[in-house]
């Protein structure tokens, strides 16, 4: 099939990415503007001026089309619409007043109560499979709290959202994992690389970073006086109950590791939290589905609706990843990668295939989700070359998404968001974006130990005959999460 061509040469194929790109960071970064929708909004604008830019353009716009009923970018929405209800059931029982509750229980103050905020927040985003969600309703609880029992309000908004983000990287039903796990197909079987199986490899990465946090976060967050009145400003802040809310996220993470099938996983989780919820009073009947003059809600509609606007944004940088394929774009940087001395080993190619990862994250304001649909292909067809197992593709594409680029003050627009989280406390002064930076201790320790596993080979494994994890010598690694099937 004949190539799109473009005024300019295959460079003018990059326009659409190139604009959507520069309009995330101008959204993040300089009008420090959250939403799904204006970065859509932004990635079709791209996609209109590019057209102007191709020589045929009934052909552009069928690739577009193309791009967008990619098998890939159907799955990737099915399952987002799945979880978003589950995360939204998990958020409605707001589970973090019961860890309040917990810790009060047995008086933790200063470095320790760091440390169970930090876990804590942890366990939040994996059960809700967003860091927003953990950041938006963890924080206005923990945060304050922290204080009052003496941390240092600068470690902890950046301890917090440190926590937020783990859950980004290693929840099952998180976009990143379900984003990084589908763009990985198998070399020598159907399919991409299933989620639950990304989760339990990735597993050692995110725990090994959380716990040297915790001890780094212990040293350092401590050290300031605990404000009078603590009990009873605490007060408002827990409730016992909703820790129960911790079994169905339980059964949840294990039928998705243990058979690597999300859609059981979240049926498993609904049916078993819903009533939970119920019974134990932290919904009522009309929470779950309602209408109210017109106006719907309840944690299923919440659910869908929530996960919207990050479907649309699929639909439109599928779009613009249709029209690079059709004009061989995306084979041109992937040949440029594979012909270059340092990608001519794995280790060399992860290399290459991180560091690329990294700065265009960092350059789309740590937007992972853009980031990661725009290097899924690259690390998809390089890892393929070199035969790497898409398990550990995906775990290096999410990771170091997650990691460094989240991180950096004036850059991150989680950084941001925090900051703007911290001001409103009479007892808190607001923090700056350097301040909130001094507490991503999480995710700098992430990205050295995701950097460490290439130089040493840690977790790179080959894709077998079947598309086993393999090891370079060629022996086929036997696990239970690898004899599954299941998305």
Same mark, same amino acid.
């Given at each position: ?36 929708? %204006? ?10 001026? =590019?057209?102007?830019? *191709? ?16 098998? #890939? ?19 409605? *029982? ?53 204080? &009052?029992?003496? *941390?240092?309000?600068?470690? &902890? ?11 980004? @990287? ?17 070399? @020598?079987?159907? /399919?991409?690389?299933?989620?639950? =199986? ?22 350092? %967050?401590? =050290? ?6 603590? @009990? ?26 243990? #058979? ?42 919440? =659910? ?8 649309? $944004?699929?639909?439109?940088?599928? /779009? ?31 290399? &290459?295939? *991180? ?10 304001? %740590? ?5 990661? $649909?725009? &290097? ?80 040493? /080979? ?16 060629? #022996? ?7 004899? %599954?099937?299941?998305?």
């Amino acid at each position: 099939m004949e190539k799109l061509r473009f005024r300019g040469g295959i460079f003018s194929a990059f326009i659409p990415l190139i604009i959507f790109a520069v309009g995330v960071l101008l959204l993040f970064v300089i009008w420090r503007g959250i939403d799904f929708i %204006a970065l859509s909004t932004l990635a079709f604008v791209g996609i209109f001026i =590019g057209s102007l830019f *191709c020589k045929d353009f009934d052909k552009y716009w069928e690739s577009v089309a193309k791009g967008i009923a990619d098998p #890939t970018s159907i799955l990737i929405l099915v399952v987002l619409f799945v979880v978003g209800m589950f995360g939204a059931l998990i958020k409605a *029982c707001d589970i973090s007043r019961g860890f309040v509750w917990l810790a009060n229980s047995v008086n933790l103050t200063g470095g320790a109560f760091a440390i169970f905020v930090f876990i804590v927040t942890c366990i939040i985003s994996t059960a809700t499979g967003s860091s927003f969600a953990a950041l938006f309703t963890g924080f206005p609880i923990f945060y304050p709290a922290a204080v &009052m029992l003496g *941390c240092d309000p600068a470690v &902890m908004a950046g301890l917090i959202l440190s926590g937020a983000i783990f859950g980004d @990287n290693l929840a099952p039903i998180s976009d990143t994992t379900i984003l990084s796990a589908t763009t990985q197909h198998y070399k @020598n079987k159907e /399919g991409t690389a299933e989620i639950g =199986g990304c989760v339990a490899t990735r597993a050692k990465y995110s725990l090994v970073s959380a716990a040297i946090s915790i001890v780094i976060y212990y040293f350092i %967050a401590g =050290g300031s006086s605990i404000v009078d009145g603590t @009990n009873e400003l605490l007060a408002g802040s827990m409730n016992s109950k909703s820790l129960i809310m911790l079994i169905p996220v339980t059964a949840a993470l294990y039928i998705s590791i243990k #058979t690597r099938n999300i859609f059981q996983a979240m049926v498993v989780g609904l049916i078993s939290g819903t009533p939970i919820a119920l019974i134990f009073g932290l919904l009522t009947p009309k929470d779950i589905f309602y209408v109210i003059d017109g106006v719907p809600s309840g944690f299923l509609y919440n =659910g869908i609706n929530g996960m919207v606007g990050v479907v649309v $944004l699929i639909i439109s940088i599928f /779009g613009i990843m249709g029209v690079m394929q059709e004009a061989g774009a995306i084979d041109y940087v992937i040949n440029k990668m594979l012909s270059s001395k340092i990608a001519q080993t794995p280790m060399g190619a992860e290399l &290459m295939l *991180c560091i690329s990862m990294t700065l265009v994250t960092i350059f789309m304001g %740590a937007a992972q989700d853009p980031a990661i $649909l725009t &290097m899924g292909p690259v690390f998809d067809k390089v890892g393929q070359e070199k035969n790497i197992h898409p398990y550990r593709r995906a775990n290096l594409l999410d990771g170091f998404s997650n990691s460094l680029p989240v991180s950096i003050p004036f850059i991150s627009c989680y950084i941001f968001m925090t900051s703007q989280l911290s001001a409103g406390y009479d007892f808190i002064a607001p923090l700056t974006a350097i301040q909130v930076s001094k507490g991503m201790v999480y995710n700098v320790v992430l990205f050295i130990t995701l950097f460490t596993s290439i130089f040493i /080979g840690w977790g790179r494994y080959y894709e077998g005959p079947n598309g086993e994890m393999m090891k370079e010598d060629g #022996t086929i690694i036997k696990s239970k999460y690898i004899k %599954a099937k299941g998305i």
